[in-house]
Structure formats: structure tokens, C-alpha cells
């Protein structure tokens, strides 16, 4: 240990950095019958890291364009060892990060954890969840075949329903008019590079922030720890909460495993650009709820496409969403405000129409 | 030594110095706005994808007399879209794009309705591609259809 020791001397005398992680050891985290919800963003983080990690993996045998992706992934899937599972984690992971990343975010609105001064730490964390969506989209797109051919069809045409700048976006994300090799030269760039590196940044933030305001009271506690400061109750961040961070990742990570082991993630049929869209086709599960809505919509509101309407009702509710916090005061009496019924009646309506879309014909 | 001086007296007004100075501001700013916009500015061309020479020709092969049995349908290749060619129960041919005009899936005939149908968002057509029923909001644009010996042309209707 001496020798570890005596690194340490040596590292701390050329970095300086005791000043730095000193706040880490005073950080303390509010122990309450609702602190397991805060195991969710660092499941989320770590989530994130094995989509890195995996992803990586999977560069080294995965070639972007038309005539040769499909059959890279099955490559990947049939000749590489253990590349299935590589690929079955990557994806299993990319759907449960997704999970969790909701989970995450409805768990900070019922606990009211997005209200001054956290607004910040509130509006870097939709970002990543929408980033964290394009994620899903673009990868979806990489293994070419003919469900995610559609689904990106689908998806970059919906872009393009926008007024005024949706065509030109349309035509920027599909790398021309149509969804051909081209687009897949392009989201191959997104998921590899632009994504990464935008919500690597994002991170940082988003965890700098938590690091830097510490870690939410829901306010009712709030009111009776203020009242009654011997009920407080809190742990050490470190290494107390870390460890058992540690052991909450180390679950997923064997829920991971064995959904990837278990049901490994198919490969479908070569995308053929003149083939029928297929009967039953569907978008992944954490775009069914948008994909429902627009078909239920009628092809005319009023004067106004049902499309148009649509994309730009959903387009307005996302950018009032990432705003959220700055809607409510941080008056007492408006504790019991209507953000929390808004959250109920997002996550009622975002179920509701998951389910029928899943069930619907 | 005037702007050493006018640097020590921010008080004095030392007009030509200031201008002097302002000068140099408005040529540094300009120049950098300069150079990010030449930065910039192929960058923004170089993300439009460039545009490709489509549909070639106004008509195509679309298939062979006796390929298709009636009430059936096929996708052509109509340049670098979809098209969707049909016998009619009755033997007829009909041709039309295959690009549905809602979300842009590609469109199949059904046998069992006879009628055009888009998987994605269950929208319909009739064999004429006029939209019948669920989201589409336009007709398949229509081709006409020739018999020519063995072989079937489909053609672009002339914009009238």
C-alpha cells in the first residue's frame, strides 16, 4: 500500500488536484423512503458507457454504405466470435439506457428536483434525452435492412413536413432526396461522431451541475427537515452512495446480460428500396406514442395538413418541455403546482398511446 | 507617444488616437468575420448534398406481357423511384407511382381489396391512385400503360 501511497504523493504533487476532489468528499446525498429514484441517472451514465464501449467493439468490423452494412452486421452476428452478443448488448443496452433515461426524467418532475436553481441541470438533461433519441434513430438505420429503411423513410419525411425549413432538413439528413446509401454515410457520421460528441459535452455539464448544486430534497421533506432538523438523514456521497451506485450498476448490468443472452437482437431482411413497405411495419417503442398520435390525426385539420399539425404540435411541446422549470415560481403555495398533473398526463398519454400503438393494427 | 499618452489619460479626449484605435478594431473585427465566414460558408455548401440527374428517361420497361397472372400487382423501377404496376381482374394494365403520398413508404396492390394499400399508416388507394381512405392526403400520380409486343411501357403523363 505504501507504494500506492507514495504514486499518489507523487501524482498529487504534479496535479494538485486534493482541492479539486475535495467537494466530493463532503458531498452528502438526502436519505429518505424515495432515494432509490436517484439510482436512475447514474444507471442511465453507465448505460452510456457500455453503448461506448460497445460501439467501438462494433467499429472494428461494421462497414457504413448500401451494398456492404447489412452484411457486415450479419459478419458481425455469424463469423466474428461472440459478436452477436456484442451487438444483442449494444442494442439491448441502447433500449434500456432509453428506459432508464425516461424513468430518470419523470422521476425528477414528481420529485419536483428541476426547480431553482437546478433549471440548468433540468434543460442539459432534455437535451441528452432528445440526443439520446437521435441516437436510437440514426443507429437504427445503420444495419440497412428493410424495417429500419422505412423507419427512417418515415422519420426523415415527417422532418420534412415542417414549414420552410423542413425540406431542406429533409434533404440534409437524407443526403439527397431520397433515403438511399447516402443517408447511411451520414447517420453512420452522426452516430459516431457528432452525437458522441455533443452529448459527451452535455454530460460533463449536466454532471458538473449535480456535483456543483448537490443533491435535490423533494420539497415536502424539505418543509419537515427545516421543521424538525433532527428527522434529517442523509449519507456520505462517497464512498457510502458511490458503492451503492456500484451495486445498482452492476444489476443492470446482469438484467443487460441476460436480455442479450436470452433474446438476441434480430438482424431482418436486407432493406430493398423497391420492395413494398412490409405489412405491420412499426417505429421503435420510444417513437410509437409520436407515431400513433400522427396517425390518428386527420390528413386535413381545418386547412392545415394533419402532418404539419402534428410535427409542429409535437415540435412546440418539446421546446416548452426542455423550458419547463422556468414556468413555475419557487413560490411556497404553488407547491402543489400543475406541473405535477402535467408530468401524470405525459406519462398517461405517452403509455397510453405506446399500447395502443403496440396493439393496433 | 500619443497613444502611450492617450492610454495613461483616459480622461483627455485624444480624438486621433481613438479613431486610430478604432480603426484597428473595425479592420480586426472585419477581417475575422472574413475569415470564419470563408470558413463557414463552404461547409454549409459542402453539407447540401448535390443534387442527381433523376428519372432519365420518361419511360421504361415495366415488365413482360404474361409476367404478372390478373388481379396482381409488381414494383418497377421507374428511374430511381418505385413504381407500381397492376393487371386488373379483368386483364387490364395499370401503372402508377409507388411513393405513397403521405410519408413516402413504398405502396403494394392488395389482391384480397383490390385496391392500393401502404403498410405503414394503412393508407388506401383505388386502382385509378386516387386516395380513398386513411392518411394520404394526394392521388398516386398515374402512368400511362402500353403493350408493345412482349413487353410492357410504362410512361410519365405529359404535364398538360
Known amino acids: 500500500m505504501s507504494v500506492l501511497r507514495n504514486v499518489g504523493h507523487w501524482l498529487e504533487e504534479r496535479f494538485q488536484w486534493d482541492d479539486l476532489v475535495a467537494p466530493l468528499r463532503e458531498k452528502t446525498v438526502p436519505v429518505h423512503r424515495l432515494s432509490y429514484w436517484y439510482f436512475l441517472g447514474g444507471i442511465t451514465l453507465f448505460l452510456f458507457v457500455i453503448q461506448v464501449l460497445t460501439g467501438i467493439l462494433l467499429l472494428l468490423y461494421y462497414r457504413p454504405g448500401a451494398n456492404e452494412a447489412f452484411e457486415s452486421v450479419q459478419y458481425i452476428m455469424t463469423q466474428v466470435q461472440f459478436g452477436w452478443l456484442i451487438r444483442s448488448i449494444h442494442s439491448w443496452s441502447a433500449n434500456l439506457m432509453i428506459f432508464t433515461a425516461f424513468a430518470h426524467m419523470f422521476s425528477v418532475l414528481f420529485l419536483k428536483a428541476y426547480r431553482k436553481p437546478r433549471e440548468l441541470t433540468w434543460v442539459s438533461g432534455v437535451i441528452l434525452l432528445f440526443l439520446v433519441m437521435g441516437f436510437g434513430f440514426s443507429g437504427y438505420l445503420l444495419p440497412w435492412n428493410t424495417l429500419a429503411f422505412f423507419a427512417t423513410k418515415v422519420g426523415t419525411e415527417i422532418t420534412g413536413q415542417v414549414p420552410i425549413v423542413g425540406k431542406p432538413m429533409m434533404i440534409f439528413l437524407r443526403g439527397g432526396e431520397d433515403v438511399t446509401g447516402a443517408t447511411l454515410t451520414r447517420f453512420f457520421g452522426f452516430h459516431v461522431a457528432v452525437l458522441p460528441g455533443l452529448a459527451t459535452v452535455l454530460i460533463l455539464v449536466h454532471v458538473l451541475l449535480v456535483q456543483r448544486l448537490g443533491i435535490s430534497i423533494p420539497p415536502q421533506l424539505e418543509m419537515e427537515w427545516d421543521a424538525n432538523p433532527s428527522a434529517k438523514r442523509e449519507m456520505k456521497f462517497f464512498p457510502n452512495f458511490a458503492l451503492r451506485e456500484l451495486m445498482a450498476w452492476y444489476i443492470a448490468l446482469g438484467v443487460l446480460g441476460a436480455l442479450a443472452a436470452i433474446f438476441p437482437w434480430n438482424l431482418g431482411v436486407k432493406a430493398d428500396p423497391f420492395a413494398p413497405a412490409p405489412a405491420g411495419i412499426k417505429p421503435e417503442w420510444y417513437f410509437l406514442f409520436m407515431f400513433q398520435t400522427l396517425k390518428l390525426i386527420p390528413a386535413k385539420v381545418w386547412f392545415i395538413d394533419g402532418e404539419v399539425l402534428g410535427v409542429l404540435a409535437f415540435g412546440l411541446a418539446g421546446l416548452l418541455w426542455v423550458l419547463l422549470p422556468f414556468f413555475e415560481g419557487d413560490h411556497p403555495s404553488r407547491m402543489k403546482s400543475w406541473i405535477t398533473g402535467l408530468a401524470i398526463f405525459a406519462l398517461t398519454y405517452m403509455t397510453g398511446m405506446s399500447l395502443y400503438g403496440h396493439f393496433a393494427k | ?160
Open chain 2, 1 to 160: 507617444m500619443a497613444s502611450g499618452e492617450s492610454l495613461g489619460n483616459p480622461n483627455q479626449q485624444q480624438p486621433p488616437s481613438v479613431l486610430r484605435r478604432r480603426f484597428v478594431e473595425v479592420l480586426l473585427g472585419s477581417g475575422f468575420v472574413a475569415t470564419a465566414a470563408a470558413f463557414v460558408y463552404p461547409v454549409l455548401r459542402y453539407l447540401v448534398p448535390p443534387t442527381t440527374s433523376d428519372l432519365g428517361s420518361d419511360a421504361v420497361v415495366a415488365g413482360r406481357v404474361g409476367e404478372l397472372k390478373p388481379n396482381s400487382g409488381k414494383i418497377f423501377r421507374f428511374g430511381n423511384r418505385p413504381g407500381l404496376l397492376i393487371r386488373e381482374a379483368s386483364g387490364e394494365y395499370r401503372a402508377m407511382s409507388a411513393t405513397c403520398t403521405h410519408l413516402s413508404c413504398t405502396v403494394q396492390f392488395r389482391e384480397d381489396l383490390r385496391e392500393v394499400w401502404c403498410a405503414c399508416h394503412n393508407g388506401k388507394y383505388n386502382l385509378d391512385g386516387r386516395n380513398i381512405s386513411g392518411p394520404p392526403p394526394r392521388p398516386l400520380e398515374a402512368f400511362d400503360v402500353q403493350v408493345r409486343g412482349e413487353e410492357i411501357f410504362v410512361r410519365r403523363r405529359r404535364e398538360t
